[in-house]
């Protein structure tokens, strides 16, 4: 699982790298015919690149909070089922 869980998180982020670059393109090619300023929209972009970096960050938390409680609910069970066989006469 540990390989396929980072090729995906590297399509993840190299897809978003993509979508960047052709917001950045679009945006250079916006600030051409407005004439509004090249850095503060490059800032701006950034900010979302980064935003992106927290959601897969944010995924990760969530795929090791579900893994404990799955590993949690096993041992839960497992306690369970090996009290109730033990005290059947």
Known sequence: M???QYHYD???VERELIHY???KTIHNQE???CGTEQSNMYDQEQQKLQCDMGKVHQRHAFIYLVSFAL???TILILIACRSILCHIK
């Open 2 to 4: 540990g390989r396929a």
């Open 10 to 12: 590297m399509n993840f």
């Open 21 to 23: 670059k052709i917001q």
């Open 31 to 33: 600030s051409q015919v």
């Open 71 to 73: 590993l949690a609910y």
